[in-house]
């Protein structure tokens, strides 16, 4: 709804992976330089970790966007909440082979036919293994064992795993010796500073064609980082009801302010419904820190919140205004169509 009040040709801030909103931070050029480095290499794993929305999938599908369909067949798995028994199901059905009632044995099978396919006709097959951290480590023996088809040249698969910082501490499991020896690369994709912040979120509105409308401040920047650890997905998070609030009270300049009621509307969201009154109005004179950056209410005085109520009053009649103005066009559209 704000992208026509703010004269954007898009949602800049969606919580869904897209490689177009593509935003290179240091950390993540080196996170794709690792990768692209890995991919070159045409063998063993490569690992890479995150925070939770750090962007490490929205990494790899920009690299997909890279690859030459006619010399890499890539695919992705995401659900990794399964057993050892099930890990070479989801391969065979993210490479498109019959799996229903089909044998371990059967399956391996056909796992490595179609690897030695792909390899008779020049292509390369790289399988990336997205929320590793979920994984057992029989699960993980189980596509270290995929990484033996090979030819006499070079190996038929190459793996890319995805995961959580924990997915580091599986990793250094003794049973995890074999599969460490084939690792020939790892990254950590760390947090956004706080320029990146900024540089990330203009960077995401000017995708959508921003014209400075509306005006962020310094300020804003600032505190949106502080209270998002520079993490994309908070940011996109936070910024995305920020722009809903400024286009339901008609705002044109996001300041602290702006950030500070976001915040507070978080924090009442998911604060517990038992906290008492002292506890609330404890919590709301806290002052907000860096250690406490995601857990602080702002004050915020009697006149302000009348003011606001005014604003979102007319904030309605905009929104109401909106709909009829939808409804109309689909009218007139429907009456043309009829014609």
């Known amino acids: 709804m704000y992208e026509s009040f703010y ?8 919580l869904k992976p897209d490689p177009s909103f593509f935003y290179g931070s240091k950390g993540h050029k080196r996170a ?5 480095y890995g991919l070159s290499q045409g063998e063993g794993f490569i690992v890479l970790t995150g925070e939770v929305g750090a962007g490490k999938t929205t990494l790899m599908r920009n690299l997909f966007r890279k690859l030459e369909s006619d ?7 995401v659900n990794t909440h399964i057993d050892s028994n099930d890990i070479l199901t989801l391969v065979a059905a993210a490479f498109g082979l019959p799996y229903a009632r089909t044998s371990k044995a059967a399956l391996l099978l056909e796992i490595e036919q179609f690897l030695q396919r792909c390899d008779r ?7 990336v293994v997205d929320e590793a951290q979920n994984l057992t480590s029989e699960t993980l023996e189980e596509l270290r064992m995929l990484s033996n088809f090979q030819t006499d040249e070079a190996p038929l698969l190459q793996t890319f795993l995805l995961g959580q ?9 003794q049973k995890m010796q074999q599969l460490r020896q084939r690792v020939i690369a790892t990254y950590h994709l760390g947090p956004l500073d706080e320029q990146e912040t900024k540089a990330y979120i203009e960077h995401r509105l000017r995708t959508v064609g921003w014209q400075n409308d509306p005006v962020i401040d310094d300020d804003a920047y600032r505190l949106i980082h502080l209270s998002t650890g520079g993490i994309p997905r908070k940011i996109n998070l936070l910024c995305d009801r920020m722009f809903m609030m400024g286009c339901l009270e008609e705002l044109h300049h996001f300041g602290e302010d702006a950030v500070n009621e976001v915040v507070i509307d978080f924090q009442q969201e998911f ?8 506890a609330a109005e404890n919590a709301a004179n806290q002052p907000m820190t860096e250690q406490h ?5 702002v004050k915020v005085d009697l006149e302000k919140m009348e003011s606001r109520l005014v604003r979102m009053e007319k904030s309605v009649l905009f929104v109401l205004d909106l709909l009829k103005q939808n409804l109309s066009y689909g009218n007139v559209k429907n009456d043309f169509n009829k014609r």
């Open 7 to 14: 004269g954007l040709n898009a949602k800049p801030f969606q």
């Open 121 to 127: 006709q020049g292509k390369r097959v790289l399988l």
């Open 165 to 173: 910082p924990e997915f580091k501490k599986t990793l250094l499991n």
């Open 32 to 36: 794709m330089a690792y990768l692209e």
């Open 71 to 77: 010399k890499i067949v890539a695919v992705q798995i």
């Open 271 to 278: 604060e517990s419904p038992h906290m008492t009154t002292e």
């Open 293 to 297: 950056m995601e857990n602080n209410l």
